[in-house]
């Protein structure tokens, strides 16, 4: 079956303007993650849903970083007024459960935001 | 929050080698994932081993959890092979992944 995909696979953008990033995860999966990989700062979590509600966004950076998912599928990762240190690759995983974290999250290949 | 250490940072392998990569985790879990990131960034999946012992073609992997450690074998290492692994245990009841900072794998021909 479709794993999770994301969209664009590429952003680059200017200093100060918005993202967006998208993310469908594997068909069926209550629980979605996002996470970032930083050259320095290997592999952060950011936020995770269960459902369309998000129970834990403590890895969020700062206030300029928002998420949102619909219908229990697709999520949105958006960032406002980005900065150069907000380059990197931002993955999405999703995962059957969730709660309890006993189940296998799958990833997808990421974005790659550069910041100009 | 728990800790996870992985060794060695990097390893150089001469094609057919085999090596073994640890993974050890500060606290008790219920879980444990491998991953294989390849050159274009992609996480793959290698196993989901909260304990004992699995093998999936040249790799195998054993997870000790009262010693909190985990080991990844590759055997008869490929220049495909190449690439960071990382193991990644749940948090908290959400399940958010800590990972380890992975091993960088250069398989030479």
């Known amino acids: 079956g479709a794993g999770v995909s994301q969209s664009p696979s590429n952003k680059v953008t200017e200093k100060g303007k918005d993202v967006e990033l998208r993310c469908d995860p594997i068909s069926g999966h209550t629980a979605l993650y996002w996470y970032r990989q930083s050259l320095g700062q290997g592999l952060e979590f950011l936020i995770y849903f269960q459902g369309n509600s998000a129970p834990d966004k403590s890895g969020l950076p700062s206030d300029r970083f928002s998420a949102e998912r619909t219908g229990g599928s697709v999520s949105t990762l958006t960032i406002q007024r980005t900065q150069q240190e907000d380059s990197a690759v931002y993955l999405c995983?999703?995962?059957?459960?969730?709660?309890?974290?006993?189940?296998?999250?799958?990833f997808g290949p990421g974005t790659r935001l550069t910041v100009l | 929050g728990i800790q996870v250490e992985q060794s060695p940072p990097d390893l150089i392998l001469q094609e057919g080698a085999n090596s073994t990569l640890r993974c050890n985790f500060s606290d008790s879990v219920n879980n444990l994932q491998w991953f294989h990131q390849n050159p274009w960034g992609q996480l793959i999946n290698l196993f989901y081993?909260?304990?004992g012992t699995k093998q999936n073609g040249r790799l195998s992997a054993t997870t000790v959890a009262t010693e909190r450690y985990s080991l990844l074998y590759i055997s008869s290492s490929q220049t495909t092979d190449s690439g960071v692994y990382f193991c990644?245990?749940?948090?908290?009841?959400?399940?958010?992944?800590?990972f380890g900072q992975g091993t960088e794998l250069s398989v030479k021909p």
């Open positions: 995983a999703s995962s059957l459960v969730g709660r309890g974290g006993t189940d296998t999250q799958y």
């Open positions: 990644a245990v749940p948090y908290n009841q959400g399940g958010k992944l800590i």
């Open positions: 081993i909260p304990s």
